[in-house]
């Protein structure tokens, strides 16, 4: 299959050209310098020109603070750069494979959130996130639009920029003897490399629509850290950061867990628990005992 990667040297996009070629696919790896979805005469011709399949379009401005700053950039990308992709793919009869964000819902609930639950977003990343989705879902029917939450990879976060969380907590670790870490926001950690198993599966069936697309259980971000340092015998004093120790510039979901309802009941489901994506990420063998599995 000919496959276009948009945002293709980003920390999901990297994988997903990996993951296409092991596949035996005939991939083209688009980076924000060979295409700027802002743009749609930019859209156009390059899939005119390349008349792809199938495109996968992990690019985004996802940096929270930053599209608060730049509601109208964030809305141009995040919005309008969906669009694009999404008549562009209609005019090349091509699969568009879109991903999005938990940050589509407030955080009010709490159990997991499925497909049917209506959207709130608190921020303009998740305003321009939900429009995105919108204009893909209207504007095309061969579509997937994967709504993601808290993922890790091997490559940089291009947006965010610096280490990954998993990173981070080691980092911090072998620098202090002590790490403090919020217990009050929940997420689903999910690593690159399961979610591109699970859109190279999506890309070899019909089953168009919007899906919730994490790994599966949840944990809070101290669970998280926990979990990372059990797995690899770091001796830290880890601690539970105060209310006001992080204030947040922008509101965030407290509880941003999705449940893979629509995959599930499509038997489409790659999924495994969240524990298991980490393990491998670390390079940790599955007979390693975790210390805790919530
Ligand atoms: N990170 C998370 O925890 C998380 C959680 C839920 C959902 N998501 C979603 O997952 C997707 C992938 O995230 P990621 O962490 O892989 O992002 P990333 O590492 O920041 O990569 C994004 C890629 O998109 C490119 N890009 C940005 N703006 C573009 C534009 N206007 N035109 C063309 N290319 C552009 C970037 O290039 P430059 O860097 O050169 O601009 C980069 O290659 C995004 O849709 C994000 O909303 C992420």
């Keep these: 299959m000919k496959v276009v990667v948009v945002g293709s040297n ?116 998740g305003n321009s996130k939900l429009a995105g989705e919108y204009f893909v879902r209207s504007s095309l029917d061969k579509h997937f639009v994967l709504r993601t939450s808290a993922i890790y990879g091997k490559s940089p976060c291009r947006a965010k920029g610096g280490l990954n969380f998993i990173q981070l907590m080691l980092k911090l670790a072998k620098e202090r003897g002590e790490v403090r870490v919020v217990d009050s926001e929940f997420v689903t950690p999910t690593s690159t490399s399961d979610l591109v198993r699970q859109i190279v599966a999506l890309s070899r069936c019909e089953s168009y629509g919007l899906y919730h697309a994490t790994a599966e259980g949840a944990c809070s971000w101290l669970e998280f850290a926990r979990e990372i340092f059990a797995l690899t015998n770091t001796k830290v004093n880890l601690k539970v950061a105060g209310p006001n120790e992080f204030p947040a510039k922008v509101p965030r979901p407290k509880y941003s867990v999705l449940e893979n309802r629509g995959l599930k009941r499509m038997g489409l489901n790659t999924f495994r628990p969240w524990q298991e994506g980490l393990r491998d990420y670390l390079g940790v063998s599955q007979s390693h005992e975790a210390a805790t599995t919530k």
């Design 10 to 125: 980003g920390q999901l996009g990297s994988d997903a050209v990996r993951a296409f070629v092991d596949n035996g696919d005939d991939v083209f790896p688009l980076t924000h310098a060979d295409i700027e979805i802002a743009n749609a005469e930019s859209v156009t011709s390059k899939l005119r020109e390349l008349q792809p399949a199938l495109v996968v379009n992990t690019a985004a401005m996802h940096h929270v603070e930053n599209c608060e700053l730049q509601p109208d950039r964030a809305f141009a990308v995040n919005a309008l750069g969906a669009r694009n992709l999404a008549l562009a793919a209609r005019d090349i009869g091509a699969v568009l494979i879109h991903v999005s964000t938990d940050y589509v819902f407030d955080g009010d609930k709490t159990s997991p959130y499925e497909e049917g639950d209506p959207p709130r977003p608190l921020s303009v990343y």
